[in-house]
C-alpha cells in the first residue's frame, strides 16, 4: 500500500464515501473501471491518466472521477483549494506586459480567454492575418484535465470526453454539434446528467493553445500536438488559412471567403494577428467577421435597466412586425440618450423599430438581437 502522506493539507471532511485503505471502482469509458482509493484518509489515488499526470502535485492532487466521488465542496476542502482550480472571479488587477516571446502565467479561466472586437476595415488592417471560421458552438477551455466555460464555470463531460489530454495542456475551442445546431448543443452540454450517447454527437474544435508561446501558427502547432497524443476522435484543430497580403485584394478575400461560409450555414469569419503572442480579454489581435441582417419589429413595452442602467431604459419589449405573436426583447445597440424613459411614450410605444441581427432561432426570433433605430 502507498505509504501515508506527509503534505501538509487542511482536516477532512466528517466522512467521505469510502474509508482509509478502501477502493471504489468508477466506470469511464473503456472496458476497464478506474479504481479510486482512500490511501491514508485524506490521500485519494486514482487509476486515471489525468491523475498520474499531475507533475509536481505530490500525492495530494484530483481528478474529475474522485470529484465526482465526493463531491465538489468535500473535495475543495480536503485540497484547501476553491471548488474549482480555476474561478471566474478574480479579483481584476492590471496585466503586466508580457515579455516578448512569452505568456504571462494563468491563474483564473479569464486568463485564459481572448474576445473578439467587431471587424472594421476602415480601423483594422488585417492582410496576412490568419483566418477560420466563426464557429456555432459553446466557448470551452481544458485545463488540468477538466472543462470549463468562459465563465469560468465547470461543464460536465463524461469521464471519456478528456481521456488523454495531458493535465498540463491548455486548449481554448468550442463544444460544437454542428451548424445551426446551438441551441440543441446547449441543451447537452448545460446538463449535469446528459447521457453519454448525446455527448457522443459533441465534439471540441480548437482554436488556441493560450499557455504556448508565440504567434498564433506557433500555438496551434503546439495545440496541435497535444491533440495528436490524445488521438481523440471527437477533439480536432480547426484549420486556419490565411488572408492575402495584398491589400488591394483583401476585400474581395474577405468577401469572399465569408460569402462560402455563410452559404453552408456558418456564422461567419475569425481573423487573429499572426504576430501577437496571446492576450486575454478584446483586442484587435482577435476579430469576428458576420454577415447580419435586419428585420422590422414593433415596440410593445419597455424593462428598466439595473444597475448603472437603473432608472433607464434597459430594454424594449417588441413583436415582430410580420408576425405579432412573437415576442422578444432587445437591449443592446443603444446610446445613453436614447435610454431616458420619458422617450419611451412619446419616441418608443407602438413604433416601428429596426432591428439587427446574425440569424433566427428555430421559434422564427432573432438571436442577439440590436437595436438601430425608429424608423419614421
Given at each position: 500500500a502507498p505509504p501515508p502522506s506527509t503534505t501538509s493539507a487542511p482536516p477532512a471532511p466528517p466522512s467521505y464515501p469510502i474509508g482509509v485503505g478502501e477502493t471504489r471502482e468508477i466506470q469511464g469509458s473503456g472496458k476497464v473501471p478506474y479504481e479510486i482509493k482512500n490511501v491514508d484518509g485524506h490521500v485519494f489515488s486514482c487509476t486515471c491518466m489525468a491523475w498520474k499526470m499531475q507533475k509536481g502535485a505530490g500525492s495530494l492532487r484530483t481528478c474529475k472521477h474522485i470529484r465526482g466521488l465526493l463531491g465538489e465542496k468535500a473535495d475543495a476542502l480536503r485540497m484547501g483549494?476553491?471548488?474549482?482550480p480555476f474561478t471566474a472571479a478574480a479579483p481584476k488587477k492590471k496585466r503586466a506586459k508580457p515579455t516578448p516571446g512569452e505568456t504571462p502565467a494563468a491563474t483564473s479561466v479569464t486568463d485564459l480567454v481572448s474576445l473578439a472586437e467587431a471587424y472594421k476595415p476602415e480601423k483594422h488592417a488585417v492582410s496576412g492575418y490568419a483566418v477560420s471560421e466563426k464557429l456555432d458552438g459553446m466557448r470551452c477551455i481544458i485545463r488540468g484535465g477538466s472543462a470549463y466555460s468562459r465563465q469560468g464555470n465547470l461543464i460536465h463531460t463524461p469521464s471519456y470526453f478528456l481521456e488523454g489530454i495531458a493535465a498540463d495542456a491548455c486548449l481554448d475551442g468550442e463544444?460544437?454539434?454542428?451548424?445551426g445546431r446551438f441551441q440543441e448543443l446547449m441543451t447537452i452540454v448545460k446538463?449535469?446528467?446528459?447521457?453519454v450517447d448525446l455527448w457522443r454527437k459533441v465534439s471540441f474544435l480548437c482554436f488556441d493553445?493560450?499557455?504556448?508561446?508565440?504567434?498564433?501558427?506557433?500555438?496551434?502547432k503546439a495545440a496541435g500536438r497535444v491533440i495528436a497524443e490524445a488521438g481523440l476522435g471527437?477533439?480536432?484543430?480547426?484549420?486556419m488559412e490565411t488572408l492575402s497580403a495584398d491589400p488591394a485584394l483583401l476585400a474581395d478575400d474577405i468577401a469572399g471567403r465569408l460569402g462560402a461560409v455563410?452559404?453552408?450555414?456558418?456564422?461567419?469569419?475569425?481573423?487573429?494577428?499572426?504576430?501577437?503572442?496571446?492576450?486575454?480579454?478584446?483586442?484587435?489581435?482577435?476579430l469576428k467577421v458576420k454577415e447580419m441582417h435586419d428585420l422590422d419589429a414593433v415596440v410593445v413595452g419597455y424593462k428598466e435597466g439595473t444597475g448603472r442602467l437603473k432608472g433607464l431604459i434597459g430594454a424594449l419589449l417588441c413583436e415582430l412586425a410580420s408576425n405579432r405573436s412573437l415576442s422578444f426583447k432587445?437591449?443592446?445597440?443603444?446610446?445613453?440618450?436614447?435610454?431616458?424613459?420619458?422617450?419611451?411614450?412619446?419616441?418608443?410605444?407602438?413604433?416601428?423599430v429596426e432591428i439587427q441581427y446574425q440569424e433566427?432561432?428555430?421559434?422564427?426570433?432573432?438571436r442577439f438581437p440590436i437595436f438601430k433605430r425608429v424608423k419614421k
Open positions: 483549494a476553491p471548488a474549482s463544444l460544437f454539434l454542428g451548424r446538463r449535469h446528467d446528459a447521457p493553445a493560450p499557455t504556448a508561446p508565440g504567434g498564433i501558427m506557433k500555438r496551434m471527437h477533439i480536432e484543430a480547426v484549420e455563410t452559404a453552408l450555414g456558418g456564422e461567419g469569419l475569425m481573423l487573429r494577428d499572426p504576430r501577437a503572442n496571446f492576450r486575454a480579454g478584446r483586442s484587435s489581435d482577435l432587445t437591449g443592446s445597440g443603444f446610446k445613453d440618450a436614447q435610454r431616458d424613459i420619458s422617450l419611451f411614450d412619446s419616441e418608443y410605444e407602438g413604433a416601428t433566427l432561432t428555430k421559434a422564427g426570433l432573432p
